[in-house]
């Protein structure tokens, strides 16, 4: 599965557009849109972001795990 298929499921999972989710990691909405338009990936600090903000694993985020 590719990482924007993977964060549009986790974002219907948690029920977030766009805004709502770069406020839960403190980004700019504009980073999540580049994200889901693959002109860019998450770093480090991003994931671990996600992860926690969301109470996922790193694993479900990087696609080793449903």
């Known amino acids: 599965m590719e990482f924007i298929d993977i964060l549009k499921d ?6 977030l557009n766009q805004t709502e989710f770069a406020k839960k990691l403190g980004i700019k909405q504009s980073q999540i849109s580049e994200w889901l338009s693959g002109k860019s990936k998450p770093g480090y600090d991003s ?3 996600i992860c926690l903000a969301l109470g996922i694993s790193a694993d479900r985020v990087l696609g080793l795990k449903d």
């Open 47 to 49: 994931i671990k972001a």
């Open 10 to 15: 986790i974002m219907i999972d948690f029920n």
